[in-house]
């Protein structure tokens, strides 16, 4: 432990040492580091002095007059006598021009003739307003006005109509429902059609028809057995002869009652039939007949013909209901007739075994046969009648079958119409309904709205007359206009052909050509120079600017020095100091007049003043810097430091009052013995270190 | 057991938890102050331009918000080049700490050595008061005795010189109340025995009190130093001329001038006071937990 606490200790030492022998040589060499890095300056103190302030500046020598060549016209120049430099005397010929009509003349006259055109036409579009339009629409409003009151007068009237409606709509609904019940009485007959059980007479036909055949048997059965024994009575025999004679014919006359009851009662059924058809038709013409009267938009024609159309058809439906009545009450017997003639074959058949047994028993054992054999055959006669019978049940079955089936097709279709019949009464309820829908405070309104409408015509209708009436006085003013415009083209024409030009422009004075602006086959421009003309006999002068500053050094009659003349006599005064109009207030224009041997357009150097003025602080012109706060200078100010001397710039800001070449004076915060630092060779900003060379 | 175990771990791991907290707590401006030395003047600007807004010589920042870094942009030696190299300014204030701290900490020791073993020595009642008014000195803060100083200065013609910071410096009494109360632990018998064996009071002290007290000076000397070389009011009040000042003065300054410099000083700062304590940290602890004893 105690060997690494030295060990430690010992480099801990090291390092000190180190680090102090490092310092003292940053020590030692940082200040020729610092002073090396510094910039080096070279410095003056200010003083006072003199600023000798000369204004100096270039001009071009222009002549004191110039005069300018124009025409007032456009025409084509056809030679050009001179050129630039050349000298002239007066009345010399500068310029040929062609001998042809000026463009200002023949763009007059083609503005007077579309002047004169548009004029024309001008006359032509006025044209008188038309408001047909407007009345239509105006018209239109009042038809639609009456409209309204008339729609607003049948209001209560309209109701009525509904009523009616919905009368007719439920009259409707009960054939409808009428018809429905009907239909469905005639499915449940038909279902009954079918069964058997129905047809009494006919299974009580059969039914003795089977009893007959049961009867014939037994006899057969019991003649059969009475073969061998034979005892018969001739009265009995004359007795039951005659009984079967009468009762035969009785029978006759009763299948032929039944016969024509037969035939009767299918008469009937047709009937009925028809009877039922023409029943529908009545109704749905009642029903028709009812919606036209209850609509109260039918005329009476057609509520005449709907309701003869009705009777009619009512009429034939009774008529044929009353011929199927007395038909069908003359069918009514058949059934007891059947049963007559049932018995009556019983009857029959009973006497007629009563002598075949009377035969029999007064007969011998072949009588008893020939008896057998006849109740054989009246078996077999039995038999037939059975099968009759049975034949008969299914033909009336079916006849019966027929018959309501026909009867649910007519019913079928008076339910289509009836139905039909519904819906148009519907329709009707629902069209009254609708125009029901308006209410008197409604109509009224829409009375109002159309009365307003028709009112914002007429409005507008007056104001188009108005706008109109104004439109036409307006044109008037307008072609008065224009006349008077045709009027001035003309006065202008005239004036343009009276200052004509000649072909040849000549110089009004004597001097030099300063410049010729066109050439041979240019177009002159009025009123742009043509040429310009130096007259030399007035003299040469030379302008320039100077400041309001430089202006006050300066008098007038002040000698300028030409400066880059030599042995020349070339003589130049300053004549005037005016404002300078492109620099208001902060300059001025100098006119020199130069004599001697110059030329127009000669450029010439010239320095004027030479008096100096005395000014306290006095610097050189390099010392003086610019940024952007203004104009400064910078001053050494001495530090004393334990590393000696210290040299600082700091900024003084001031103004300079005046320059020459060498030398500003300023003023600012100075004490008159600053050190002002003049050059260096880095850039030097102020508050840095500088130093100054050795 | 187990459980047991286990919350002794844990116990163990919250305490190592807040105690490397606390000690990154504590760490934290330091290893703010390098790392930031290295960065270069813009970077620092753009970072700290709002802390560092200043009225002289139309300095402005680019970011208005403070924004703390430890790591640097890009690394620069700038600051270090300006300061060690472009600036003398600073070296000549490092010059002269050292010309104050020196002289203080060399004679106040040796003022001390002699003190203490006079306390030691000396019996009564009077050494008693004196040693009693150098403790109360000792309590008292320095704005306490600062007119004092600055009067006794003026009066004495030192004042805006050096000795008006060195001479207070070197009658300081901390170091005569350490060393007095480390050599009062010194066992009688060892000085009676070297009594006896014809030692003087000369050879007492040199041969056995300042031997012994070795470890003692070093860790005053390592804590005297540190204390007069971060000093800063002593040079503002007794000091006009600013070229005199310390390195401890002209770092509370730079905050107003050169912002881009003040993390490079602060760092070079640092160094002679750290490998001070290095050097002397075994007797700095030595003399601060020294129980004695005689052996043998």
Not at chain 1, 91 to 96: E, L, M, S
Not at chain 1, 443 to 452: D, G, L, M, S, W
Not at chain 1, 491 to 504: L, R, V
Not at chain 2, 251 to 278: D, K, R, S
Request: net charge negative; charged share 20%; glycine share 4%.
């Amino acid at each position: 432990m105690a060997k690494e606490g030295v060990k430690k200790r010992g480099w801990v030492k090291n390092a000190i040492i180190i680090f102090l022998i490092i310092m003292l040589l940053l020590t030692f060499f940082s200040n020729t580091i610092m002073n090396y890095s510094l910039p080096e300056v070279a410095a003056q103190y200010t003083q006072p002095g003199t600023i000798t302030t000369k204004v100096r500046s270039s001009a071009t020598v222009e002549a004191n007059q110039r005069f300018e060549i124009f025409v007032d016209e456009t025409r084509v120049i056809k030679s050009v006598n001179v050129k630039n430099g050349d000298a002239i005397e007066a009345g010399q010929t500068i310029f040929v021009l062609e001998d042809t009509e000026s463009n200002e003349l023949a763009t007059a006259q083609r503005t007077l003739d579309e002047l004169n055109l548009a004029y024309e036409k001008a006359l032509l579009s006025i044209a008188d307003p038309s408001y047909a339009q407007e009345n239509q629409t105006i018209k239109e409003l009042k038809e639609d006005l009456n409209e309204a009151i008339s729609q607003r007068d049948k209001i209560s009237g309209r109701k009525e109509a509904l009523d009616s409606a919905k009368k007719a709509v439920k009259s409707a609904q009960k054939t409808v429902d009428n018809l429905s019940a009907n239909l469905e009485t005639l499915q449940q007959d038909l279902s009954d059609a079918s069964d058997d059980s129905k047809y009494i007479n006919e299974l009580y036909a059969i039914t003795a028809a089977e009893s007959a055949l049961s009867a014939a048997e037994q006899r057969r059965d019991a003649i059969q057995q009475e073969v061998s024994s034979s005892e018969t009575s001739d009265n009995e025999i004359l007795q039951l002869e005659r009984n079967l004679e009468s009762l035969q014919l009785e029978l006759q006359y009763l299948q032929k009652d039944f016969q024509n009851a037969q035939m009767a009662q299918n008469n009937a059924s047709s009937l009925y039939a028809n009877y039922m058809q023409l029943k529908g038709n009545a109704d749905a013409a009642k029903t028709t007949l009812d919606a036209l009267m209850f609509s109260g938009t039918a005329s009476e024609a057609e509520i005449a013909a709907a309701t003869a159309n009705y009777e009619s058809l009512s009429a034939a439906a009774d008529a044929a209901y009353s011929e199927y009545n007395s038909l069908n009450s003359s069918a009514g017997d058949i059934t007891s007739l059947q049963h007559q003639i049932d018995k009556m074959n019983i009857q029959i058949r009973q006497v007629r075994e009563d002598l075949d047994i009377a035969r029999l028993k007064t007969g011998s054992s072949s009588s008893l046969k020939a008896q057998l054999e006849s109740v054989k055959y009246e078996v077999e006669n039995c038999k037939t009648q059975l099968q009759n019978a049975k034949n008969n049940l299914q033909t009336v079955k079916n006849q019966s079958i027929s018959n309501i089936r026909t009867q649910i097709d007519t019913t079928n279709a008076q339910l289509k119409a009836a139905n039909q019949s519904l819906a148009d009464a519907r329709d009707k309820q629902t069209e009254a309904e609708s125009e029901n829908a308006l209410t008197i405070e409604q109509a009224n309104e829409q009375i109002k709205t159309i009365q307003r409408n028709l009112q914002d015509q007429y409005i507008a209708l007056a104001e188009k007359q108005d706008s109109d009436d104004l439109k036409l006085k307006l044109e008037e003013l307008y072609l008065d206009a224009q006349r008077a415009e045709i009027e001035k083209q003309e006065k202008i024409i005239a004036d343009i052909k009276s200052k004509t030009s000649e072909t040849e422009i000549k110089a009004k004075y004597a001097g030099i050509i300063n410049s010729i602006s066109t050439v041979a086959g240019d177009s002159t421009t009025p009123g742009t120079p043509m040429g310009t003309i130096d007259v030399i006999e007035k003299g040469y002068t030379a302008t320039f600017p100077v400041t309001i500053e430089q202006a006050k050094m300066i008098r007038v009659d002040d000698k300028a020095e030409i400066e880059n003349m030599w042995y020349t006599n070339a003589e130049a005064k300053v004549t005037a100091i005016k404002n300078d109009p492109a620099n208001p207030g902060k300059g001025k224009i100098l006119e020199i007049t130069v004599t001697g041997d110059v030329t127009v357009g000669q450029q010439l150097y010239f320095s004027i003043g030479e008096r100096g003025i005395q000014y306290d602080t006095v610097v050189p012109n390099s010392a003086v810097r610019e940024d952007n706060n203004g104009k400064f200078i910078l001053i050494v100010e001495s530090r004393n430091s334990p590393l000696g001397t210290r040299y600082v710039a700091s900024r003084v800001d001031v103004e300079v009052k005046a320059s020459d070449d060498n030398f500003s004076a300023v003023t600012g915060n100075l004490y008159g013995y600053e050190f002002v630092i003049t050059t260096s060779n880095k850039p030097v900003q102020a508050g840095e270190l500088v130093r100054l060379p050795e | 057991m187990k459980i047991k175990k286990t919350f002794k771990y844990v116990n163990l791991a919250l305490m190592m938890f807040i105690a490397i907290m606390f000690a990154a707590l504590f760490l934290f401006p330091t290893i703010f102050t390098i790392t930031n030395s290295f960065m270069s003047t813009s970077e620092l600007a753009s970072n700290y331009g709002k802390v560092f807004e200043t009225l002289t010589g139309n300095k402005t920042y680019v970011q208005e918000t403070t924004n703390f870094k430890l790591i640097p942009d890009m690394v620069s030696f700038s600051q270090y080049t300006t300061v060690l190299i472009k600036s003398p300014d600073y070296l000549l204030k490092f010059w002269n700490s050292v010309i104050l701290v020196v002289p203080i900490v060399i004679f106040q020791l040796l003022v001390a050595v002699f003190a203490s073993y006079g306390f030691t020595r000396v019996r009564g009642r009077l050494k008693e008061m004196i040693f009693f008014a150098y403790i109360i000195l000792m309590l008292m803060p320095y704005q306490v005795t600062l007119v004092p100083n600055y009067l006794v200065s003026q009066w004495l013609g030192i004042l805006d010189t050096r000795m008006a910071i060195i001479l207070p410096g070197v009658f300081s009494p901390f170091a005569v109340f350490i060393l007095t109360k480390y050599m009062r632990r010194i066992p009688i018998g060892i000085i009676e025995a070297a009594k006896l064996d014809g030692a003087g009071e000369w050879g007492i002290f040199s041969k056995i009190c300042f031997q012994l007290s070795k470890s003692t000076l070093y860790s005053v000397a390592i804590l005297v130093f540190i204390d007069y070389w971060n000093m800063a009011e002593q040079p503002l009040i007794l000091l006009a001329d600013s070229q005199l000042h310390p390195l401890s003065v002209f770092l509370a300054q730079i905050n107003q001038g050169e912002v881009g410099l003040a993390f490079a000083v602060a760092t070079i700062y640092m160094i002679p006071t750290i490998l001070m304590f290095l050097y002397g940290e075994e007797y700095l602890i030595e003399g601060i937990t020294y129980s004695g004893g005689i052996k043998g």
